[in-house]
């Protein structure tokens, strides 16, 4: 079975966006960063709907791959990644920080 469509834009919305964010910064606009995918405008509002829900998804996203990656086969390290609540506090305390 394959990707879905939905599942293919949300990969293309977030990879277009970490590769915009690390050439240009912070300051984009949905719009610029679905332009840039080649998907809808409409497509990237329902899947995100502000740039912060795009961000907080981006960030969430690294935190559970490190999470995953630097436990795997230490001693005691749990089993689990971190939850979704725990990854959303998380981002937020660290844009917080910012």
Request: overall charge neutral; proline content about 4%.
């Amino acid at each position: 079975m394959g990707i879905s469509d939905a599942e293919r834009n949300r990969r293309a919305i977030l990879d277009t966006a970490a590769g915009m964010f690390a050439e240009q910064g912070m300051r984009l606009t949905l719009e610029q960063i679905a332009k840039a995918a080649g998907i809808g405008v409409g497509t990237i509002y329902r899947r995100f709907p502000t740039l912060d829900a795009l961000i907080d998804e981006l960030v969430g996203e690294r935190i559970r791959w490190w999470a995953d990656h630097v436990t795997e086969g230490r001693p005691g390290a749990p089993a689990a990644s971190p939850s979704d609540d725990q990854c959303r506090w998380s981002v937020g305390r660290a844009r917080c920080s910012v």
